[in-house]
């Protein structure tokens, strides 16, 4: 059997070059955009030759041959950079330090369309400021007894999963120093904002291309408001958001606070908003707090 490579670009959420092991035989996994999720044992022979690019990132480069069927593999281009991540750490923590004094244990709840990093961001907030981290997705699946949203869409309709998402952010609206992930379609319903404004709501603003990309990238199955479309999955992601989007976008306007991609893409000369990491994301969402406290 012949072992398949491609030339791809490794996320630093993905590796972090700390934890490379000494020893050189180890285990890569590689990122959900392949179809199947399997660990190929691999000899890691890493030499970093910083570069910086036109978005002042720095780049190294590792040679990666493959034991699996003594297939070889050529040189892979990989996004280091624990310079980056220091970095990007250090100001995570003065930005924390600036405002958590401000914030009195009220949480913070993330508002934005399916895909936008509520989770991921949230959970680098919350480590940041010393929060806890609390996904209302999660909370709605736990009450119910169900594993999933797209299953209680299925099983019991979208009225009763945003009846049980409102009774959700209820009971944490009486609750400190969370970050909270809300579902895409949390902000439809007034009482729901009115137990955000009990804390900060942070509107996580990702243009429509990029999410859709993003939920290509990784499938519907998880989307029940996407799900059950034929066709090429960007097109059908996009045309989908779009409409949510138009529906959607004046009550994501009541957030507190705003955090755009596009902003961020122009403050740091970026080209394209995909390579803005959720770090990034969450220093602009502590300096948006830091502007309305």
Request: glycine fraction near 6%; aromatic fraction near 10%; include cysteine.
């Amino acid at each position: 059997m012949e072992a398949n490579f491609a030339q791809m670009q490794i996320s630093t959420a993905w590796i972090d070059t700390v934890k490379f092991p000494r020893i050189p035989t180890s285990f890569l996994r590689f990122s959900g955009r392949f179809k199947e999720h399997k660990r190929h044992q691999v000899f890691v022979s890493a030499q970093f030759r910083p570069v910086r690019d036109e978005n002042r990132h720095r780049w190294a480069s590792f040679q990666v041959s493959c034991s699996y069927n003594n297939s070889q593999v050529s040189t892979l281009e990989s996004e280091s950079l624990q310079d980056l991540l220091d970095e990007e750490a250090l100001i995570l923590k003065n930005k924390s330090q600036e405002i958590e004094p401000y914030l009195n244990g009220r949480c913070i709840y993330l508002v934005g369309m399916m895909g936008s990093g509520k989770t991921t961001v949230g959970k680098i907030l919350s480590r940041t400021i010393h929060y806890s981290f609390c996904d209302c997705d999660k909370l709605v699946e736990q009450d119910v007894g169900v594993p999933s949203v797209a299953e209680i869409f299925e099983i019991y309709g979208e009225d009763f999963f945003r009846d049980k998402e409102t009774e959700a952010l209820e009971k944490l609206s009486i609750e400190h120093r969370f970050v909270v992930s809300t579902g895409g379609g949390a902000v439809i319903r007034d009482e729901n904002w009115m137990y955000m404004s009990k804390g900060i709501s942070v509107w996580l603003d990702v243009p429509l291309e990029e999410l859709a990309q993003r939920i290509a990238a990784v499938g519907t199955k998880s989307r029940p408001l996407l799900d059950n479309e034929s066709g090429d999955a960007y097109t059908n992601a996009f045309r989908r958001l779009s409409t949510l989007f138009e529906k959607r976008h004046k009550a994501y306007e009541n957030a507190k606070a705003r955090v755009s991609l596009e902003n961020i893409a122009a403050k740091l000369g970026y080209k394209d908003v995909s390579n803005i990491t959720p770090a990034m994301i969450a220093i602009e969402a502590l300096e948006q707090i830091g502007n309305i406290l």
